[in-house]
């Protein structure tokens, strides 16, 4: 792995990482909700000059069954640029991929080859819970000491989950990464302001609570996460939390800004208790604390009962479920995942306190079951999922799958997976690429999309 | 004691280590950028340099207190030794160690972040070449005397950090003001693979002259 010239593929700053040549594979994580054979990594053709545009142009299958593979990230990435911890040669080469049901890590090597990776290494459960105490790792992302793993559960798969840390070079589990932990017990999705020295982690639940589907109860008692944990990223100290309230349930994804001198970032609250609507957040400074503002307000839709599964028919409605969020490189536009009504929303967050709607693209829903024109059968289940952005900003990839034992609650039916494209405007709108339709095959669900050189999700910068 | 060359080779290892992204300009240049401050840059160099400063110092006091006890044959040999040891530290383990110093530090912080960086790399390591023939003239240094030695320590020192600080003042500001971070991309070179290769280099000929 050594190389005389940083890794081609990482870029001092997010102005510089737009200018990036288009990516012309996505990577996508798929499983296979009935655990009989193994889940893979499929790769994606996403050059509009290929011949095999919009196809899976292979896919790599795990040695295992019943992973769940579910998010997973880069082995290095931009961050290999900061000046307080330079390794900037390095390479962008391998994929590292969790199974959140098993908790084995699979270390996938996208080199010489990118359109047909290789299986290179697997760290077994034992191993991760022996040197990080730690299970279940699900959100993963290249910085300062290596890599970050963020796990939902403790070596028994209860509380607390937290973040192990591994080796980017050997992908040697070094161990936890709390040295003081505070109040902190549940985990779920991990992230950074490198440029102010904070990490922010939010909550899920432990594995006994979401590894068989929600647990109504649970949710009805405000029992999910709800906190956002604010950290000093060096001395890896617990600061501060924020607490929602009882209202909100589910507090999920993070998006902080590019912009490593910008002091924010999106959250999305799943659902609220009181109406199911969803909520967008924005975390921010106030005075020499962290604080939160809701931002954005998605309200349920009214519904017939008889199309809603039994988990809603007692409420009527539909509720938008915004299940994930991605922000563009230069931090204007916010796309919003609705995982229940089918809707994929573009805001244009400017000023993060006022975002304004922009583009709105509806497909799949529990009651819209909205087509694509390249779909074959019509109607189609799921919804706008895990969402990916092209550094440039022009392209959005999304896919349909939650989480196996989630899917079914919302969607009985089970779902048939697909992966879309849309177009974007520079100053706003969106629209679906009509020639990009990918049919999922039936065995497998497709879930995160990580785009071949890096996205909007899987870097962040040192330097504006 | 009379001879040039380890001046020059004090000066031009100084230039050398500023040269290294890795050994500050970089991070003066990022807090520069974060601040909009071009007197931000300005502030960053002299604590980095203090910082690198004080690493090779250390290893210069080691070597004037080795000089007194222990006959210069054997220092010369345990520093090669102890050069090449670094050398393969350095490749294998070095990568894996960070420095915990965030992008808010003070100027102070600064300072110990650029200790701590020159030291895991093993600046002071570097310069022994130089340092032996110009503090251990008499060996062992009893004849010499050790403050005659430690006085030729300071100045060596403070050579090698004046060269390193020029060289970190101008490539700093130059990148700062005209040049941008886009050389990052094409000009970084694996610094780290040539440090290796001089501290090994340097290790044989500690070894062999």
Redesign the interface.
């Known amino acids: 792995m050594v190389t005389w010239k940083p890794d081609p593929s990482f870029y001092p700053s997010p102005r510089m990482a737009m200018k990036a040549a288009p990516e012309t594979l996505a990577y996508v994580v798929a499983f296979d909700p009935t655990r009989a054979v193994p889940d893979e990594l499929a790769v994606v053709d996403v050059d509009p000059r290929s011949a095999t545009y919009s196809q899976i142009v292979t896919s790599l299958p795990m040695p295992n069954v019943g992973d769940e593979l579910h998010h997973f990230g880069w082995n290095a990435c931009s961050s290999c640029l900061c000046p307080n911890a330079p390794h900037p040669h390095a390479e962008r080469r391998y994929l590292v991929v969790p199974g959140l049901k098993s908790s084995r890590i699979h270390i996938i090597d996208t080199k010489p080859d990118g359109r047909r990776p290789s299986l290179f290494k697997v760290i077994e459960p034992g191993e991760v819970a022996e040197r990080a105490g730690y299970s279940r790792p699900h959100t993963v992302h290249c910085g300062p000491e290596g890599i970050y793993v963020a796990a939902l559960g403790n070596a028994e798969g209860k509380g607390p989950g937290g973040i192990l840390l591994m080796d980017h070079e050997t992908f040697e589990v070094r161990g936890q990464w709390e040295m003081d932990r505070g109040p902190q017990q549940l985990s779920y999705d991990v992230w950074w302001h490198l440029g102010h020295d904070t990490l922010v982690t939010s909550e899920w639940g432990t594995p006994d609570t979401f590894e068989n589907g929600l647990i109504p109860e649970v949710l009805l008692g405000a029992k999910y996460g709800r906190r956002l944990h604010f950290w000093d990223l060096h001395k890896r100290k617990h600061l501060q939390t924020i607490d929602f309230g009882d209202k909100y349930q589910l507090v999920f994804e993070l998006r902080p800004a590019h912009d490593p001198t910008k002091a924010y970032g999106f959250v999305n609250c799943v659902v609220s208790l009181e109406d199911l609507s969803s909520s967008i957040w924005v975390w921010h400074r106030d005075g020499t604390q962290w604080a939160v503002t809701k931002v954005i307000d998605i309200p349920a839709e009214p519904a017939d009962p008889d199309l809603l599964p039994p988990m809603l028919k007692g409420f009527s409605a539909v509720p938008p479920l915004v299940t994930d969020i991605d922000l563009s490189m230069d931090d204007r536009f916010l796309y919003v995942s609705c995982w229940g009504t089918g809707d994929l929303h573009q805001y244009d967050v400017s000023d993060p306190f006022k975002p304004k709607l922009t583009g709105k693209v509806r497909i799949g829903g529990i009651v819209s079951r909205a087509s694509h024109s390249g779909a074959k059968n019509g109607a189609l289940n799921g919804g706008p999922q895990m969402v990916e952005i092209s550094r440039d900003g022009r392209r959005i990839y999304f896919t349909n799958s939650l989480y196996g034992a989630i899917d079914e609650q919302f969607y009985p039916d089970g779902i048939s997976g697909w992966m879309v494209k849309l177009d974007a405007e520079p100053d706003g709108g969106i629209a679906f690429d009509e020639k990009f339709f990918v049919e999922w095959p039936k065995s497998h669900r497709p879930h995160q999309v990580r785009l071949q050189g890096g996205d909007c999700s899987s870097d962040s910068y040192c330097y504006p | 004691m009379n001879e040039i060359w380890p001046w020059i080779l004090l000066a031009g290892l100084g230039a050398f280590h500023g040269l290294n992204?890795?050994m500050g300009w970089?991070?003066a240049?990022?807090l520069g950028?974060?601040r909009q401050s071009s007197a931000a840059v300005v502030q960053a160099v002299p604590a980095i340099a203090v910082g690198h400063a004080v690493s090779i110092a250390l290893v210069a006091g080691v070597l004037v207190a080795a000089g007194l006890f222990v006959d210069q044959d054997r220092v010369r040999a345990a520093a090669g030794a102890g050069l090449i040891g670094w050398a393969v530290w350095h490749h294998f383990v070095g990568?894996?160690r960070?420095?915990?110093?965030?992008?808010?530090?003070g100027l102070a912080g600064l300072a110990l972040?650029s200790f701590l960086m020159a030291t895991a790399h093993g600046a002071g390591l570097m310069i022994l070449p130089a340092l032996i023939p110009l503090c251990l003239a008499d060996s062992p240094l009893r004849e010499m005397g050790g403050d005659e030695s430690a006085a030729i320590a300071i100045a060596a020192v403070g050579v090698h950090t004046l060269a390193m600080l020029a060289v970190t003042s101008l490539v700093a500001l130059a990148v700062y003001r005209w040049i941008g971070?886009?050389i990052?991309?094409?000009a970084?070179?694996?610094v780290?693979?040539v440090w290796t290769l001089v501290l090994l280099g340097t290790g044989c000929v500690l070894l062999i002259v």
């Open positions: 992204p890795a970089l991070f240049v990022a950028v974060h990568h894996g960070r420095v915990r110093i965030g992008m808010r530090t972040w971070l886009e990052l991309r094409s970084w070179l694996n780290d693979l």
